[in-house]
């Protein structure tokens, strides 16, 4: 019986929770799920490969066998426009699982972008070409294609469990993901809480101070703590 597992289908977020996810941040995301969105974002060790991306999409996944890609290639085949590739090597440094090719496959047929909790490389040709990576390694090693592993099965990435078809949203603070069924509500009160902070924002601008808007202000006039008005060095001996 064969190790390996390939499903050619995927259920995926809908496009309209998607586009809507597009214009909100992960930090916003990750405020609108509460305490659940502790265990949705990833390690800080995923990192954008170039500054100033912003992607949301469903998940495609990826798990590949040490040293080996072949169950990428197979995922970013099936891969469909506007999905997020989500690959997993959990030996990260024994070969690289994306590179300079697969990005150029992936902005020909339209993904959103790709997330590896492995190596990247050609890291410099990939930059240039403006596709969104995160990747929790960069390595030059140069990786089989004749592994078995699993494409569109649930995967932990970074100590989150992706299921194929979950809303994935990264930008500059890192990755989050958001199961399918929970998407559509998350994402209306990360927009909510996204335009909350405008309306602070434009506060700001007016002259308010954050000590006031953000709360903060309240809540130290209600804890019991000893102001003196006086430098630190003023005071005197003992």
């Given at each position: 019986?064969?190790?390996?597992?390939?499903?050619?289908?995927?259920?995926?977020?809908?496009?309209?929770?998607?586009?809507?996810?597009?214009?909100?941040?992960?930090?916003?995301?990750?405020e609108a799920m509460g305490q659940p969105g502790r265990a949705?974002?990833?390690?800080?060790?995923?990192?954008?490969?170039?500054?100033?991306?912003?992607?949301?999409?469903?998940?495609?996944?990826?798990?590949?066998?040490?040293?080996?890609?072949?169950?990428?290639?197979?995922a970013l085949y099936l891969a469909q426009p506007g999905d997020?590739?989500?690959?997993?090597?959990?030996?990260?440094?024994?070969?690289?699982?994306?590179?300079?090719?697969?990005?150029?496959?992936?902005?020909?047929?339209?993904?959103?972008?790709?997330?590896?909790?492995?190596?990247?490389?050609?890291?410099?040709?990939?930059?240039?070409?403006?596709?969104?990576?995160?990747?929790?390694?960069?390595?030059?090693?140069?990786?089989?294609?004749?592994?078995?592993?699993?494409?569109?099965?649930?995967?932990?990435?970074?100590?989150?469990?992706?299921?194929?078809?979950?809303?994935?949203?990264?930008?500059?603070?890192?990755?989050?993901?958001?199961?399918?069924?929970?998407?559509?509500?998350?994402?209306?009160?990360?927009?909510?809480?996204?335009?909350?902070?405008?309306?602070?924002?434009?506060?700001?601008?007016?002259?308010?101070?954050?000590?006031?808007?953000?709360?903060?202000?309240?809540?130290?006039?209600?804890?019991?703590?000893?102001?003196?008005?006086?430098?630190?060095?003023?005071?005197?001996?003992?």
């Amino acid at each position: 019986m064969s190790s390996s597992k390939v499903f050619l289908k995927v259920n995926r977020v809908g496009a309209d929770v998607v586009a809507q996810a597009r214009e909100v941040t992960v930090a916003d995301v990750h405020e609108a799920m509460g305490q659940p969105g502790r265990a949705s974002l990833m390690s800080a060790r995923m990192r954008p490969l170039t500054d100033k991306q912003k992607i949301a999409g469903p998940a495609v996944t990826a798990f590949c066998w040490p040293g080996d890609n072949l169950m990428m290639h197979r995922a970013l085949y099936l891969a469909q426009p506007g999905d997020v590739l989500v690959v997993v090597c959990q030996a990260e440094l024994s070969g690289a699982q994306w590179g300079d090719l697969a990005t150029r496959y992936a902005l020909k047929k339209g993904l959103a972008g790709v997330v590896v909790q492995g190596s990247a490389r050609d890291v410099d040709t990939v930059r240039a070409l403006g596709f969104p990576v995160w990747a929790t390694h960069i390595s030059p090693i140069h990786p089989d294609k004749s592994g078995h592993g699993f494409v569109n099965t649930p995967v932990v990435c970074e100590g989150v469990n992706v299921c194929p078809g979950d809303l994935i949203v990264a930008d500059g603070d890192g990755v989050i993901v958001v199961p399918r069924n929970d998407a559509a509500r998350v994402v209306a009160a990360a927009q909510a809480k996204m335009r909350k902070e405008d309306g602070v924002a434009e506060a700001v601008k007016g002259g308010a101070a954050v000590w006031d808007l953000s709360g903060a202000a309240a809540i130290y006039a209600k804890m019991d703590i000893n102001e003196v008005d006086a430098a630190y060095d003023d005071q005197a001996p003992g």
